[in-house]
Structure formats: structure tokens, C-alpha cells
């Protein structure tokens, strides 16, 4: 039997080689030789007819268990280039499937679907081509969501990238079928409209592009409200290639930023030097902590009945190299726009409370430190931490150091602003609204956080004795903060007469060019003799 089971798999490899012609010969070579045997055997006397069909069938009976065995392993065979196959298919269908992710990451973006960066390059650069063949005009426009890190850094980044969703889909509704809207940035939106051949017709989509900002957007049940800054260039007019057409779409929509935000701007040539000119500002602000050119002036704030100078609010100066004193409105935004608000921040929280620190030593009175808190600081992680720290430090007193907030800084995420503004309250440091009454219409978050002070705009003190309506405002303020029991302060008082005004209607400070500009640390020692009170009616 183990003789059969080795023929049969010596076979069986025969025919895994192909060589199937073994099983047709053998069974023949096998009936011959025996029948040639047997009439050897029988001197001849057998007969052949006979001899021929018993060895034929003896032949073919031995075969059986060889056919048997051949049968099953051809049918494993079988089975197994089967299973071959099925693999091949499944492994050929994931190659195509991981090619069309490869595709779909390489081209698209992952939150909002639209086209990225590589793949709106490649769609500029054929419209280009088209354009050129047709004499046809391309229109990129390059769109920026207005103070989106603001949005991200009170709301978190979570709301940050529903709202991106939202609003690429309510481009997509406006953006023609055939044209591109692609999402190459954080809150960059970039459009390709191809076929237009009158400036008029791209104004009149920019236009409608910016109007649909109007209505708020509402990401997670939550009403926001954003703008955007959109700069546009047309092709050939304002370059002839993908690379000049963006850099040019770039630098109106910064000059979009600059005159207002909220609209839109053709580019023109001159705006190509403003850019130069604010890529070299960016660079120079990033040097400017290294090498000590931030520096702070002290603009006094002054109690209306004594007209004694009760505390300062420290603001941020750069004293440029080449420029000199910069004015705060050309280079804080670009600070909050790089990421370089966090640092210069704690540097003007900590040379402000140690200054406040060294006018003590000095002799002078107690002065109550008010100092600026942008909304990227106030979501900072290590706020709190980070003021302990300070003021350990410098050594002064919790209640001598004053922040001031926004309106809209404090409506947004309200429950990790109470909890921050509670942590502040439990160390004695004060909080001051800024900017009282330009912002958010409820007033319920007077009531829910523990505020210290208002400060009433500038922009209603200015006309306060001629204008009817800022005049009420102020009174407004003055007695809503009185019934809470909140401190009122008056900013950007210029005249007597507007400090008469606002003694005889009881407010309590003010701060502004009648009393003192912004000085230097060591002019604020001056402030402090005599003759130097000033003093409203009350």
C-alpha cells in the first residue's frame, strides 16, 4: 500500500509539472509489459486475444488508486489558485481604494471637502491656459475670515472648524457650478471664476460673496457673527502666472483689512509696496523682544471728586529703530495676527506690576495697575497660573493690579469666563470692562460676573456736551453702574467741560489728554506734586 501512495504522489508531481501524458502512456506500458510477460512465461501457449484484455484490465484496476489520489490533489489545486485569486482581486481592490485616499488627500481638504492649495494650483494654472487661448479674463479672489483666531482662541477649535464647515458651504451656494472654490489656509477661501469678460460682473459676485456674511452663522446652536477681507486679482491684467495672481490677491485683501475689513478690494499696483511694507513691519516686530524696543507709557486715571491720581492704565508702545514711537493701532494687530501677543503680553503684565512695585518703593502712594488683556491671553491655559507668578514676583498686592476685558470677551464661552473671572475675584485682582457700551447689547453678564469697573468709551465722551444721544449713554452707564454697585471711569476726556459734565453727573474717574497724556514711567513722579489735581464739579 505504501508502495501505491508513492507512485501516486510521485504522479500527483508529475502532473503539478504538466506532464499529464504519464497517465495516458502508463496504463498502455503497463498492459503491454505484462502481457509480454505472461506469454514469455507460458513458452507462447497462452492465448494473446485473452492474456492482452485480462492484463489491460488488471493495468487499469492498479491505476484506479493513482486516478483517485490525482483527482484530490488536482482539486486542492484547484482550490488553492482559487483562494490565489480571490486574494489578488481583494489586494487590487484595496490598491485602488487606497489610491483614490491618496488622490482625496493629496487634492482635497479634510474638514470642508473643497479643493486644497495643490489642487486649486493646478485648476488656476489650466484656466490660465484656457484664458490665454480664448483671450478671456480669470478672477482669483482670495477671501480671510476677519479675527478668526479670535473665534478660536474664546470658543475653542472645536466651534472654530464647525464654523469653517459652515462657511464653505455658503460659498459653495454662491461660487458658479463650473468655477473653483478651494480652501487653502486656515480661514483662507480662494476663488477661480473663469468665462468673465467685464470687471463689473466679478464686483458684482464679490459683492454678493461679502453679503453673505450679513446673517450670522450658527455652529453648534450658537450665533456668530464673522466678516470677511477679500482681495481681488484678474488675469492678465494683474499677472500672468498662479504665483503672481495669489501674491497680488494677497496684498488686496490685507489692504481690504486696513481700510475697514468686511468688503472687498481690486488689487492695484501700489499695494504691492504696502505689502513689502508690512512683511518687513512682521519681521521687525518678532525682533523687537530681543532686542528691547517694546516699551510702556502710563496714562493716568484720576478720582473726579479728590482729582487725585488714583491708578494708571499701562499701554504698549515700539520704539522702532528707524521709526520711532509706532502708534499702537499699526502694529497690535499685527502682534494678535503672528502669535506674538501671548509673550509680549506676560512681558507688559510683568514690567507693569513691577513697576507699580518701584513707584512704591519710591514713595509714591498705591496706584492701581490697569493693564489690557487681549482675548488670545485670556484663553491661554496658564493665565491664572502665570499672574500668581507675577505678582508673587514683583511683591505687590492682588488689589493693585486691574484687568481690562471686552464686552465680547466675556459673552463668549461664559461658563470657562466665569470660572476664570471667579479665580481672579478669589485673589483680589479687579476686572474692568473696556470700551463700555460699544459691544454686546445684553447686560446680563454684569450681573453674573463679578465686575469691578465700566469704562465708557471715548467715542461717547468726545461729543458728550454737544450730542444729545452720547450724553444719555454716559448718564446711562454712569447710574446702571451705581445701582450695581460698579465703579464707573470715563475714557478719553479732553476738555473741563466734558469733566464738569461728568461730575455733576456722578462719575466716578476719568482718564484722558485734560488731566495727562500717556508719559513715561518717570513722569508719572511729576503727577504727584500739588498743583498738579485736577477736579470735577460734584
Not at 126 to 141: E, F
Not at 421 to 447: C, E, H, M, N, P
Request: glycine residues 6%.
Amino acid at each position: 500500500m505504501e508502495l501505491i501512495k508513492s507512485a501516486a504522489a510521485y504522479l500527483a508531481e508529475k502532473a503539478k509539472s504538466g506532464r499529464l501524458w504519464v497517465f495516458v502512456l502508463l496504463p498502455v506500458l503497463v498492459s503491454v509489459f505484462l502481457t509480454e510477460s505472461i506469454i514469455v512465461f507460458t513458452n507462447g501457449s497462452a492465448d494473446y486475444f485473452w492474456v492482452s484484455l485480462i492484463t489491460a484490465v488488471i493495468a487499469t484496476t492498479v491505476m484506479v488508486p493513482f486516478l483517485y489520489y490525482l483527482v484530490s490533489v488536482l482539486r486542492e489545486t484547484e482550490q488553492a489558485l482559487s483562494a490565489k485569486s480571490l486574494q489578488i482581486t481583494s489586494i487590487l481592490g484595496h490598491h485602488k481604494e487606497a489610491e483614490q485616499n491618496l488622490v482625496q488627500v493629496t487634492n482635497y481638504d479634510a474638514l470642508t471637502g473643497l479643493p486644497n492649495r495643490f489642487l486649486f494650483l493646478d485648476r488656476l494654472g489650466h484656466a490660465i491656459s484656457r484664458a490665454a487661448r480664448s483671450d478671456r479674463m480669470v478672477a482669483v479672489m482670495l477671501l480671510d475670515i476677519d479675527n478668526f483666531k479670535t473665534i478660536n482662541d474664546t470658543l475653542g477649535h472645536t466651534h472654530g472648524d464647525l464654523l469653517l464647515q459652515d462657511i464653505a458651504d455658503r460659498l459653495s451656494r454662491c461660487v458658479p457650478e463650473d468655477d473653483t472654490l478651494a480652501r487653502i489656509g486656515g480661514d483662507e477661501f480662494v476663488i477661480v471664476l473663469e468665462g468673465v469678460s467685464e470687471v463689473e460682473e466679478i464686483a458684482k459676485i464679490a459683492q454678493k460673496i461679502v453679503d453673505i456674511f450679513s446673517l450670522p452663522f450658527t455652529p453648534s446652536s450658537q450665533e456668530i457673527y464673522v466678516t470677511p477681507s477679500m482681495g481681488v486679482t484678474i488675469y492678465p491684467m494683474d499677472g500672468h502666472d498662479s504665483d503672481s495672481l495669489l501674491k497680488n490677491a494677497d496684498a488686496a485683501m490685507y489692504t481690504a483689512k486696513e481700510y475697514g475689513r468686511n468688503h472687498f478690494r481690486f488689487y492695484t499696483t501700489d499695494m504691492n509696496a504696502l505689502a513689502i511694507e508690512r512683511f518687513a513691519m512682521e519681521g521687525a516686530l518678532r525682533r523687537a523682544m530681543e532686542r528691547e524696543e517694546f516699551t510702556l507709557y502710563y496714562q493716568p486715571q484720576v478720582d473726579i471728586k479728590s482729582g487725585q491720581v488714583i491708578g494708571v492704565e499701562a499701554l504698549l508702545r515700539w520704539n522702532h529703530p528707524e521709526r520711532g514711537l509706532v502708534p499702537p493701532g499699526e502694529f497690535v494687530p499685527l502682534l494678535e495676527e503672528n502669535n506674538l501677543i501671548i509673550p509680549v503680553g506676560e512681558w507688559v503684565l510683568r514690567t507693569a506690576c513691577a513697576q507699580c512695585r518701584a513707584w512704591q518703593d519710591a514713595g509714591l502712594p498705591p496706584l492701581r495697575m490697569a493693564v489690557n488683556l487681549s482675548a488670545r491671553q485670556f484663553r491661554q491655559e496658564n493665565l491664572v497660573e502665570m499672574i500668581d507668578s507675577i505678582l508673587l514676583e514683583t511683591g505687590i498686592s492682588p488689589k493693585l493690579l486691574e484687568l481690562e476685558l471686552t464686552e465680547g470677551l466675556l459673552m463668549e464661552n461664559t461658563s470657562d469666563t466665569s470660572l476664570i473671572l471667579g479665580q481672579f475675584k478669589s485673589r483680589g485682582v479687579q476686572v474692568a470692562i473696556d470700551d463700555f457700551g460699544t459691544g454686546y447689547s445684553s447686560l446680563s453678564y454684569l450681573k453674573r460676573f463679578p465686575i469691578d469697573r465700566l469704562k465708557i468709551d471715548q467715542s461717547f465722551v468726545r461729543d458728550i456736551i454737544i450730542d444729545s444721544n452720547d450724553a444719555a449713554i454716559a448718564v446711562a452707564v454712569i447710574s446702571l453702574g451705581r445701582s450695581l454697585g460698579l465703579s464707573v471711569i470715563a475714557e478719553g476726556v479732553e476738555t473741563l467741560d466734558q469733566l464738569e459734565f461728568l461730575g455733576v453727573q456722578k462719575c466716578d474717574e476719568y482718564q484722558g489728554y485734560h488731566f495727562s497724556r500717556p508719559v513715561p514711567p518717570e513722569e508719572i513722579v511729576c503727577l504727584f506734586k500739588p498743583e498738579k489735581t485736577v477736579k470735577g464739579e460734584g
